[in-house]
């Protein structure tokens, strides 16, 4: 997530489901996901096709697979039974019991208590609520019903387990949170037990009303509640809460305005929710309980080792800037990890040893441009500051909002020498490169290219279709880096060729005359279609740069299909043109520093075809080109099909030689077939 970079994608055929979330099976490392309600699907990361991984066909459809960190998954089924899926792909046909009848499953948890995994079931039937607690090792099964609740049902659970004891909150529509106590170790033998609610927290705070939809536990005295937040008279507006259980308190609260799907996730103090059609991550940190912080009165010389909350309120246009305490600063210890940019007119300058990072940026946000570029050139050179990858983030973070906001703006040196003198990446300053794209900043884009590795498929693409766009006379008055290109390529000056090396390789220009034509003469060397290289120099390093990015076919294939036509057949020319010029050395590699590899040129004309080959082959002018290309292919198969038997008899020789009796004189006659 925070690198902006998928790690994998996976996809069924069209009209079968995925019916409930894919885990991951921690003891083998594979994933697990359900198809069509029935179907099991096992895999790792390093397949590719689903439909080439293991499958097995359960007799009963499955609802939830949970997933134990320190033990094999649980497999539950709609019908309430439940069983380890080592025990299950034993007999992937075995009856599986119907326990709950007409009920149905609303919410499932699995944990783990004492070496013995735990699972816990919520189930609704007319209106009744009846939860489930399965002991797998025990074989051991309780329910209980539900206390109802007058005019309110519930409609969301969670759940924790300590010292023996599930503690279950429900979410209920009254807009309160109900708290249920389940011992784990019973005894009773009855068949069904009342279960008696305790009020844990009322979502009311001066008039108005939390409509929670999703919520999770955060510590013993706090819970975030995700839900559409009310006051009298007013619109309801889509919210993040943090709330004090204890002092019954609303800690704080972050205004959603893009809609969310209504689920919320917590892992290791983030919150993860889709905002919009953005995956959002917030940082988060829980004080100590106490009344002072309740109510807003916790001093910070009091608490100086307290990170408080991240002060939502302050956020404006969704954007972030990180904040660093200084380590001279006894007075900020206490300051947030995260500093969120105002809106506000800075404020009086404070001097940078004394104030963070955030701060000082916000301090410089309508400074003069000299002055500007000064203070951060002056932050930058703290080189033994904490954090300093992050504040050069920050540093290009501030340049980018200044040409955002002044079109006329762009610190081009400036932007050139960070990121050509310090090890940054795409995650870091996301908005870098989208600006270089629209003021075609060629020169920084390449840098970027070579230097950043993770920066996303849609990117690459709009970086190629920019490269492949731009004539070749502005980039003749560009800066450009031609290191990858001067060693190996072949152009024209005022009519005037550059005479380079060839080693053929393995060929017989009279014998393979229907194929490939190589023509070479004292002046100039040409390539198999008797063509110069189809861009020029400084093009020719940018679509190298393109090709040195790493990518996933998966992802990457979407965009390319929407470069024209145009565009495609040329950037098939230059890549045939290096296909060709890598044959022609003995060890097909390109000279110079960064030069694409012969594996680089295959997979992009691969991907390229794949993309555009309807439109490839109905184009006259990519008719030729790739019946050239079929026809140097077909004489590098030939070629090496030779090399592959040359090598057979090679090694039969050498087998034959060890043999031989050193002191025996014969004559052997070796049969090439």
Known sequence: VSDQKPLGCWSVKHGQIITCPVVCNFETHEYIAVQ??????????????LDKVFKATLSADVY??????????VVLFKGGGVRTLDVLLEAPQQEIENIISDEVIKWSEAFTEGQQPVLIFATEKDGDFFVYVQKLKMDSLHKYKLEQQELSKPLSFTAYIKNQMITLLCLYSNDAVYKVLIPLQQNTEEEEQILSKSLLLNLSVSGSVLKGTSFVVLDKDHIAVLGSLAASGEESKECLTIWNTKFQTLQISKELPLGTSGQLWCYE????FTHGKVLTVIMYKCETSSLAAAVGKLKDS???????????????????????????????????????????????????????????????KDAPTTVFEDELRQLMSKAQMPDFQATIGCVITALINRCKTNPKYYPRSFLLQIVQTRDLSYSLCPDLMA???????????????????????????????????????????????????????????????????????????EREQDIWDTKITKETHLTADGEFCPVGPQKAALLNAVLHSAYSETFLLPHLKNLPAQQAVLFLRYLYYLYVKCSEKINTTLPGIRSPTINQIMDWMCLLLDAHFTVMVMLPEAKQLLSNLHKFVRAQVRFYSELNKIEGSLRELQRLNHQKDPHTYSIEVLELI
């Open 435 to 509: 600006v270089a794209l629209e003021k075609k900043d060629v020169h920084l884009l390449q840098i970027c290219l070579q230097r950043f590795p993770d920066i996303p498929e849609e990117i690459t693409y709009a970086c190629l279709k920019v490269f492949l766009s731009i004539s070749e006379a502005y980039l003749q008055r560009v800066d450009v880096n031609l290191e990858s290109v001067i060693c190996y390529i072949d152009i024209e000056f005022n009519n005037k060729e550059v005479k380079t090396e060839i080693v053929e390789n393995g060929f017989n220009a």
């Open 36 to 49: 069509d309600d029935k179907v099991l699907r096992i895999w790792k990361n390093k397949d590719i096709n």
């Open 302 to 364: 009091q608490t100086p080792d307290v990170s408080s909350f991240v002060n939502w309120n302050t956020l404006g246009d969704e954007e972030l800037v990180v904040s660093f305490q200084s380590q001279q600063s006894v007075a900020l210890k206490s300051e947030s990890k995260m500093t969120l940019r105002s809106k506000r007119n800075a404020v009086a300058k404070v001097q940078p040893d004394t104030v963070s990072v955030g701060q000082l940026l916000l301090n410089l």
């Open 64 to 73: 939830r697979i949970h997933s134990l960190s320190n033990g094999g998954p």
């Open 269 to 272: 103090e983030k919150f993860f």
